[in-house]
């Protein structure tokens, strides 16, 4: 199966500020496709990007997603207070659909 | 609208076992699959298995192969998630999701819409 790391392990910003999440797969994802999850405490996950760099419907355009092959990477352009959370990043292109640990999005 | 409104918390002791529903409204709620992803608490994501409700194909994560069962019933559009022989280490809130594409013989593998979660706890 594909192991995904996410890092860092928690991000302190500050709103406004830029944040830049970092997804590593143990083996090329086929296709690009990956996504990328946001979850507050207590919710559901939401979907925010799929295939990579598509966001999902209603997903605002301060979220963008890039890479291919093992390195994927989340960025916020400009933090917002409701951006604080916990980012999962997930690849579907080989069974089983793995997802990685997590990046916790801090206020600073 | 997407929704999908999940059956109650459940607790159950060690060996039994415990079946949870996702019933889907609005939009083409029967035409997309469903999977169930579970999270320990505070503990990642993890995918166990979904379905194709159109065709009844599964695709099951190998760690619960032998342990889980997801079926659909197409005339309620509703999806179960039965798992077997359960141990303090299946507490978690249980979800169903959404399959992003709509299809017949295939999952596409990312998740659009999710259920609130069904909390089980196992507990003698």
């Known amino acids: 199966e594909i192991v995904l790391t996410q890092s860092p392990g928690t991000l302190s910003l500050s709103p406004g500020e830029r944040a830049t999440l970092s997804c590593r797969a143990s083996?090329?994802?086929?296709?690009?496709?990956l996504a990328w999850y946001q979850q507050t405490p207590g919710q559901a996950p939401r979907l925010l990007i799929f295939?990579?760099?598509i966001r999902a419907t209603g997903i605002p355009d301060r979220f963008s997603g890039s890479g291919s092959g093992t390195d994927f990477t989340l960025t916020i352009s400009r933090l917002e207070p409701e951006d604080f959370a916990v980012y999962y990043c997930?690849?579907?292109?080989?069974?089983?659909?793995?997802f990685g640990q997590g990046t916790k999005v801090e206020v600073k | 609208q997407v929704q999908l409104v999940q059956s109650g918390a459940e607790v159950k002791k060690p060996g039994s076992s415990v079946k949870v529903s996702c019933r889907a409204s609005g939009g083409t709620a029967g035409t997309y699959a469903i999977a169930w992803v579970r999270q320990a608490p505070g503990q990642g994501l993890q995918w166990m298995g979904g379905v194709i409700p159109m065709s009844g194909i599964t695709d099951y994560e190998q760690k619960f192969q032998d342990r889980v069962t997801i079926t659909a019933d197409k005339s309620t559009s509703t999806v179960f998630m039965e798992l077997s022989s359960l141990t303090s280490g299946d507490t978690a809130v249980y979800y169903c999701?959404?399959?992003?594409?709509?299809?017949?013989?295939?999952?596409?593998?990312?998740?659009?819409?999710w259920g609130h979660g069904t909390l089980v706890t196992v507990s003698s």
């Open positions: 997930q690849q579907y292109g080989s069974s089983p659909w793995t």
């Open positions: 083996q090329s994802v086929t296709s690009t496709y």
């Open positions: 999701a959404r399959d992003g594409g709509a299809s017949y013989s295939a999952f596409f593998g990312y998740f659009d819409f």
């Open positions: 295939g990579a760099s």
